[in-house]
């Protein structure tokens, strides 16, 4: 069993910054790929970024260019840097751990005011 510890988030004003970590514990030495979705109200939830253990590193379009993820293998912690945050990215932000089984944090509330 995998346990997930999210940090970070809150209220920031558009083209604020924020930063979000998540520590993995417990049966966690063969995690392969970290990472973190968003869920806004009434919509689906979306990838934003994910990484490999080799760094391999996937980024939603609409992040590009603004957000950052990476990743501390020897603590199992994954970290997402917010920059120029608009209001459309407020949302529940989720960590995503995958090893034979993916597992979910408890999810952290982003909100961008304009």
């Known amino acids: 069993q995998v346990q997930l510890v999210e940090s970070g988030g809150g209220l920031v004003q558009a083209g604020g910054s924020l930063s979000l970590a998540c520590a993995a514990s417990?049966?966690?030495?063969?995690?392969?790929?970290m990472g973190w979705y968003r869920q806004a109200p009434g919509k689906q939830r979306e990838l934003v970024a994910d990484?490999?253990?080799?760094?391999?590193?996937r980024y939603a379009y609409f992040v590009r260019g603004r957000f950052t993820i990476s990743r501390d293998n020897a603590k199992n912690t994954v970290y997402l840097l917010m920059n120029s945050l608009k209001p459309e990215d407020t949302a529940v932000y989720y960590c995503n751990v995958v090893m034979s089984t993916t597992y979910w944090g408890q999810g952290t509330q982003v909100t961008v005011s304009s």
């Open positions: 990484i490999t253990s080799g760094r391999s590193i």
């Open positions: 417990g049966s966690s030495s063969s995690i392969s790929r």
